[in-house]
């Protein structure tokens, strides 16, 4: 399956669980909001600090949205690869493999553009 099936899959799954849990779904997504749109750090730094989070928390799907969504803020290649080695440094070897997902997504979403 590709990261962009992946990641229309996982949005069908979100879309069912908003509807069974509408106020918790909520609550998140104002925190969401507040957390992008408030502070000293702009989008993309903190989209690569979520990134790096994923993938050393070994989150598959929280790594494809937050690529996609570091895409959308202008992030480069080249700077997903400095974050990408900055959290195989913190997660070790799983961290090496949830990096390649990473790299994976966003060169096949950047094939698509």
């Given at each position: 399956m590709s990261y962009k099936e992946?990641?229309?899959e996982m949005r069908n799954e979100l879309r069912v669980m908003y509807k069974t849990?509408?106020?918790a779904t909520a609550g998140f997504g104002v925190l969401s909001k507040a957390v992008k749109e408030n502070g000293p750090l702009?989008?993309?730094t903190k989209?690569?600090?979520?990134l790096g989070m994923a993938v050393v928390l070994r989150c598959e799907p929280c790594i494809m949205f937050h690529v996609e969504?570091?895409?959308k803020a202008g992030g480069t290649r080249e700077e997903?690869?400095?974050v990408l080695a900055m959290a195989i440094q913190m997660g070790g070897g799983p961290g090496v493999m949830y990096a390649g997902?990473?790299?994976a997504c966003w060169d096949e979403?950047?094939?698509e553009a």
């Open positions: 992946k990641i229309g849990i509408p106020d702009d989008v993309k989209e690569f600090i979520a969504a570091l895409m997903l690869g400095d997902h990473a790299l979403l950047a094939g």
